[in-house]
């Protein structure tokens, strides 16, 4: 069965970067992109980006553009999404999902990683 | 970017009785080329991640109840509940994908019971 998998909440000081990871088994990890979205708390969901895992090739969201990466290793089948320069309001939780097949929504998601961020 | 509006943006239902969520788009997104609508729906319940529900407008994903339809086409889309649950208490969402690398959500509606 299809799983992504996160890693553990963050806490992180204003400034910081955080490296969320999520590790997908089930699949053919290079058949599809992985997004990631971000929700902050009690609000709506948001499109940071998404890359490629086959290559590696990843396209970011304007609004996070230059404090955004996103990494694959396909050795361990894992994705890693780092957002650098962290302020108070960028804390949320973060999703991984899975890029359907045949149309650019979400057919698998992680359970989600929270990072808060506070000095 | 696309703008996607649900409304209202909460509703109570009395059990077993339908459940009606609009999401409009600021542009059309019916692809002329395939005649698709560019639309899927999402459900969250508290604590947990988005589960896509419908996809293309109207198609269900596998494992979603039949009493989860989605309609519509061009700019002004709809999910019906038809007979309220109550493992259907949730917020749903609408999420566009017509526009590449701008892909963009509704605020979501929060369904409650009456």
């Known amino acids: 069965q299809v799983q992504l998998v996160q890693s553990g909440a963050e806490v992180k000081e204003p400034g910081a970067s955080v490296k969320v990871s999520c590790r997908t088994s089930?699949?053919?990890?290079?058949?599809?992109?992985i997004h990631w979205v971000r929700q902050a708390p009690g609000q709506g969901l948001e499109c940071m980006g998404r890359i490629n895992p086959s290559g590696g090739g990843a396209d970011y969201a304007p609004k996070f553009q230059g404090r955004v990466t996103m990494t694959s290793d396909t050795s361990i089948s894992t994705v890693y999404m780092e957002l650098s320069s962290l302020r108070s309001d960028d804390t949320a939780i973060f999703y991984c999902?899975?890029?359907?097949?045949?149309?650019?929504?979400?057919?698998?998601w992680g359970q989600g990683t929270l990072v808060t961020v506070s000095s | 970017d696309i703008v996607m509006t649900q409304y209202p943006d909460s509703l109570a239902v009395s059990l077993g009785e339908r459940a009606t969520i609009n999401c409009k788009s600021s542009?059309?997104?019916?692809?002329?080329?395939?005649?698709?609508?560019?639309l899927a729906w999402y459900q969250q319940k508290p604590g947990q991640p988005p589960k896509l529900l419908i996809y293309?407008?109207?198609t269900r994903e596998s494992g979603v109840p039949d009493r989860f339809t989605g309609s519509g086409s061009g700019t002004d889309f709809t999910l019906t509940i038809s007979s309220l649950q109550t493992e259907d208490v949730a917020v749903y969402y609408c999420?566009?994908?017509?526009?590449?690398?701008?892909?963009?959500f509704g605020q979501g509606t929060k369904v409650e019971i009456k």
């Open positions: 999420q566009q994908y017509y526009a590449t690398l701008s892909w963009t």
């Open positions: 542009r059309s997104i019916l692809y002329s080329s395939n005649n698709k609508n560019y």
């Open positions: 999902a899975r890029q359907a097949m045949v149309g650019t929504y979400f057919d698998y």
């Open positions: 089930g699949y053919t990890f290079t058949g599809h992109y």
């Open positions: 293309w407008a109207s």
